[in-house]
């Protein structure tokens, strides 16, 4: 049985929000916290080192199995292959969502106080 995220504390689901946006970009609502999610909010909240490089591979290659998926990770990849001079001429470039950014806004629409 899943947890409902809004049951989670402000920190917990500013935490929740980072990981699913940022680590483990996924489609579907967020309502609900999964497994992998929750194990990785154990890992960051005990400061237990997992492997990012094959969290992202695992991630890319069960979003490339399903119908309707887009790749994860274009902006982390994007510096990646920037920084190591990879042509990506012919490239669409979008720009982040509003949605995508964190600001004083989104805390506060979080909840969260200093």
Not at 27 to 43: D, E, H, I, N, V
Not at 58 to 79: W, Y
Request: hydrophobic share 40%; glycine share 6%.
């Amino acid at each position: 049985m899943a947890l409902s995220t809004n049951r989670l504390s402000v920190d917990h689901r500013l935490l929740h929000h980072l990981i699913v946006h940022q680590l483990l970009p996924t489609g579907g609502g967020y309502a609900k916290l999964s497994r992998m999610q929750a194990f990785l909010m154990w890992c960051l909240l005990s400061k237990i080192k997992f492997c990012f490089p094959l969290l992202m591979l695992k991630t890319m290659v069960r979003e490339f199995t399903q119908k309707k998926s887009v790749l994860p990770f274009g902006s982390i990849l994007t510096k990646i292959f920037q920084h190591h001079q990879v042509r990506v001429e012919g490239e669409v470039a979008t720009k982040l969502k509003k949605e995508d950014t964190y600001n004083k806004s989104t805390l506060n629409r979080m909840g969260w106080k200093k």
